[in-house]
Structures are given as structure tokens and as C-alpha cells.
């Protein structure tokens, strides 16, 4: 059965044409209207119920909710989903969770209100830091979101992340095969699943290869450049010498190769340090960071194409196996024992 994407397509316009053309709404040349006429005719379109949902558009926005530990989008990532959109005209805003819960104690969920009082069809919720029951509620509520780098059973199907513990893991082996023993760490917000995931798969990297990490050089961060910047001077502190540092994500890495420099040390022949999600700027720092490489914009598009199948009826495709890599540079040194 022909698609509103497929007359489209045979057409050589856009989605947002054909629409106008079935509307009757909006301007179309003539020129425009006779090769779409033509190739609803050559394919026996009919309007589906797909189509006329998307005739109508609704608000044609689509929002997107995060916070300061979900991460940070790029720019490559924003243009690849508004490209997705675009095609069907839809735009794109976001809002800051503002997740500052002892003096606002309901700001989450006022901020996520908020996208759908401005009119979104749709909600991409990215992160973890919504508890999984009160996104339960939301999605009872407001069934027309999807979940990024986050994961819940009941909807997982709306739900677009990767293997936390793998990765890790993943950074935990790196290290023990390049020799070291006394490493450290600086923690992801543990509070949320894929922080403690990605800490759990960490140790378990540790202890597979007989190696303990104490308490003390342990620090639990939230993912920010600062605590990334203070666990690092913390650790520094502590009277256990270690030679390699694993951190939650790339902004606490970056930090803590600061806070390391700062001290007269210096970053990987004092102390190795390892990041995690690759994020752009990674392979310009001095020295460029080893990190593992999160498929985040693959799984951004598929998080846009599910909420877009799930507010305009369409059927685009989308995938749900986003494995990761580990990308080697030189801010890990291996060492060499006798």
C-alpha cells in the first residue's frame, strides 16, 4: 500500500507538499499539482488515515526535554534531527528540566508541562533523570513521547538507549590492559540507572581481572565540568597513589585533566585518564582523550522517527541496537611492568 511518503518521493517534492496538495491548503503551483496528481494516479494512493493525520498537522512541534547531567546535543545531532523534521515541517524547541529539587521541588515536571502547554505533539524526553515512575505517569498521561539514552521495560519500545554496563566495562579493561593496577575513579550521577550501570560495569571490568578499587578513591560526580574539576583534586588528596583515572563522561574527564595539570602533574604520564561518550570536542584536548563512542546521534534520529510514527501515524523506520566504541588517543599510557 502506497505511502503520502512514497507519492512524494515518485513526485520528486516534499512531504509537506503533497500534504498541502490533499489539504487543499496552501500555495502549490500548478506545475507542482499536476506531477503530484500524477503520481498518486501511477501508485492508486488513496489517503490513508497516516495522511490525513499529517494533512492536519496538529501543531507540527515537536519538543525535546533534558538537563544539565543529561549530556550535551551537538550541533551535527541537532541538524541531523531537524532534517528529519523538516520534511514533514515540523519544528523543534526545547526546555531545561531545571532540576533544582530543594527549592523547587516540582520544577521537573512544571518544565515538562510547559512543552506541552506550548502546543508539542510530541515529547523526546532525554535522560535519566526523571524517575521511571513519574515518566510512567507522564506517558499514562501524555502517551506521545519517547525516551533518550534512557530505558524503561513497560515502554521500551519508545525507549532508544545503549548498554551502559558493556560500556564500562568496556573502560575498565581498557585500563587493565594497559597495565594498571591503582586506578580511580570519578562516578556519573549514580542516582540514575545508566550512571550506575556504566560505574557497576566499570567495577566488574576491576574485579574480572582481580583488581580492587578502595572507597577513598572513589568519588561520586554528577556528570558537570565542576565536580569533574573537584573529584580529581579530591583523589588527588587521598594518600593512596593511583595511575589511572576512569570518569563518568568526557565533561568530567576534561575537568579533572585540568585540576591534574594544575597540580604540577602531569596527564598520561603521572596519571592516565579515560572519558566517556567521545563528544566532539574530545579529540582537542591536550592530551586528546581516550573515551568510548556513544552512538548518540543514531539513536536521536530513531527517537525522532518513533515520535514521529507515533504523532503523525507514519511508519518511518527506526533501529534499536546502538553498540559502542572505544576510541583509543593519548590520554592513557601503557605501562610497562617488569
Known amino acids: 500500500m502506497s505511502?503520502?511518503?512514497?507519492?512524494?518521493?515518485?513526485a520528486g517534492v516534499g512531504i509537506g507538499t503533497v500534504s498541502r496538495v490533499l489539504s487543499g491548503?496552501?500555495?502549490?503551483?500548478?506545475?507542482?499539482?499536476?506531477?503530484v496528481n500524477q503520481a498518486m494516479g501511477a501508485l492508486n494512493f488513496t489517503p490513508s488515515r497516516a495522511a490525513r493525520s499529517l494533512v492536519s498537522k496538529k501543531m507540527?512541534?515537536?519538543?525535546?526535554?533534558?538537563?544539565e547531567t543529561s549530556g550535551e546535543i551537538n550541533?551535527?545531532?541537532?541538524?541531523?534531527?531537524?532534517?528529519?523534521?523538516?520534511?514533514?515541517?515540523?519544528h523543534l524547541i526545547f526546555a531545561d528540566g531545571e532540576l533544582n529539587s530543594s527549592k523547587y521541588p516540582n520544577a521537573s515536571?512544571?518544565?515538562?508541562?510547559k512543552l506541552i502547554n506550548k502546543g508539542c505533539d510530541g515529547i523526546i524526553i532525554w535522560g535519566s533523570d526523571l524517575p521511571a515512575l513519574e515518566i510512567l505517569q507522564i506517558e499514562n498521561e501524555f502517551p506521545n513521547i519517547t525516551l533518550l539514552n534512557n530505558k524503561i521495560e513497560l515502554i521500551d519500545d519508545k525507549c532508544f538507549y545503549f548498554d551502559h554496563y558493556q560500556a564500562g566495562y568496556v573502560c575498565g579493561q581498557h585500563l587493565i590492559d594497559k597495565g594498571h593496577s591503582n586506578i580511580a575513579c570519578i562516578t556519573g550521577w549514580l542516582e540514575t540507572d545508566d550512571g550506575n550501570q556504566r560505574h557497576q560495569g566499570f567495577l566488574c571490568a576491576l574485579n574480572d581481572n582481580n583488581t580492587n578499587i578502595p572507597e577513598e578513591l572513589i568519588f561520586e560526580g554528577d556528570y558537570t565540568y565542576r565536580k569533574g574539576y573537584e573529584g580529581a583534586l579530591s583523589l588527588l588528596k587521598q594518600d593512596k597513589p593511583f595511575t589511572a583515572l576512569f570518569c563518568g563522561n568526557d565533561q568530567s574527564a576534561m575537568?579533572?585533566?585540568?585540576?591534574?595539570?594544575?597540580?604540577?602533574?602531569?596527564?598520561?604520564?603521572?596519571?592516565?585518564?579515560?572519558?566517556?561518550?567521545?563528544?566532539?570536542?574530545?579529540?582537542?584536548?591536550?592530551?586528546?582523550?581516550?573515551?568510548?563512542?556513544?552512538?548518540?546521534?543514531?539513536?536521536a534520529i530513531s527517537a525522532t522517527r518513533r515520535l514521529l510514527n507515533l504523532c503523525y501515524n507514519l511508519e518511518?523506520?527506526?533501529?534499536?541496537?546502538?553498540?559502542?566504541?572505544?576510541i583509543e588517543r593519548l590520554s592513557v599510557k601503557k605501562l610497562y611492568v617488569p
Open 316 to 326: 518511518l523506520n527506526i533501529e534499536y541496537d546502538f553498540p559502542i566504541q572505544l
Open 75 to 90: 550541533r551535527r545531532t541537532l541538524r541531523e534531527m531537524e532534517a528529519e523534521l523538516k520534511e514533514f515541517e515540523i
Open 60 to 67: 507540527n512541534t515537536i519538543g525535546i526535554w533534558g538537563t
Open 255 to 299: 575537568s579533572a585533566i585540568a585540576a591534574i595539570t594544575n597540580k604540577g602533574l602531569e596527564v598520561p604520564n603521572d596519571i592516565s585518564v579515560m572519558g566517556y561518550d567521545d563528544m566532539n570536542i574530545a579529540r582537542y584536548t591536550s592530551p586528546p582523550l581516550t573515551t568510548v563512542r556513544i552512538p548518540f546521534n543514531r539513536m
Open 25 to 35: 491548503n496552501g500555495a502549490v503551483s500548478s506545475k507542482t499539482l499536476l506531477k
Open 3 to 10: 505511502t503520502i511518503r512514497d507519492v512524494a518521493k515518485l
Open 109 to 113: 515536571r512544571q518544565s515538562f508541562d
